[in-house]
């Protein structure tokens, strides 16, 4: 009986144990959740497992959302891949031009990076009077200019007769004569070499020519 009465006891002391432990960590618990859960004065196992469930769901979601197209955030620093910015600078990029005379077929070709875009026939300098080869760029573009003769020295008016035709663009000069693309009112003479080595255009076509370049625009005569 004596033996019955004392694990009686032990259970009992057991069980008192187990509650008072319940209550104190079921109490710490309550107040470390307090400002995420309504009832803090009532927690049970189900409702803490239910908490830290929604912290995880919490949790993944946020990362989930801060990885979203390519755009990654943290506290410090927010890292944006913007596609719009890389479309912008594309639309900003000139496309690369250059004018290329062959004098051998006698035409000027256009390009816009590597695709002829224009060509034109041209007439070329004459014997001793060789047009130059070699890279240049516009460095002279006048509308209607006058013109004056390398021997003679006689000035043509700018206008219909002006052996200049209608414009004027200049790629090479040793400091008193220049050379360039221009017009003229025989466009019979196109595709000859007839010129002190400009290089003339009909009317038409140079005019043209004129709109599609700028100066700066590179210039390669080859044979």
Not at 108 to 134: L, M
């Amino acid at each position: 009986m004596v033996r019955n009465d004392s694990l009686a006891r032990i259970v009992m002391l057991l069980c008192f144990v187990t509650a008072i432990l319940s209550l104190t960590l079921n109490w710490r618990i309550s107040t470390s959740m307090s400002k995420t859960v309504k009832d803090s004065s009532t927690v049970s196992k189900n409702e803490l497992g239910d908490f830290l469930a929604r912290q995880v769901r919490r949790f993944v979601s946020n990362e989930k959302d801060a990885t979203e197209d390519g755009v990654i955030h943290s506290p410090s620093t927010t890292s944006v891949i913007s596609p719009d910015n890389s479309k912008a600078k594309l639309l900003d990029a000139s496309p690369q031009k250059k004018v290329v005379v062959d004098l051998s077929d006698r035409r000027a070709y256009v390009y816009r990076q590597n695709t002829v875009i224009a060509s034109y026939p041209i007439g070329v300098g004459k014997t001793g009077w060789e047009t130059p080869t070699g890279t240049f760029e516009v460095m002279h573009m006048q509308k209607y200019p006058a013109w004056q003769h390398p021997i003679t020295g006689k000035i043509f008016a700018a206008g219909p007769s002006s052996p200049l035709g209608e414009r004027w663009i200049g790629f090479w000069s040793d400091g008193h004569n220049e050379i360039g693309f221009h017009g003229t009112p025989d466009s019979s003479l196109v595709g000859s070499p007839v010129s002190h080595g400009c290089l003339r255009m009909r009317n038409a076509d140079v005019r043209l020519l004129y709109e599609q370049v700028k100066l700066g625009l590179p210039v390669q005569v080859r044979k």
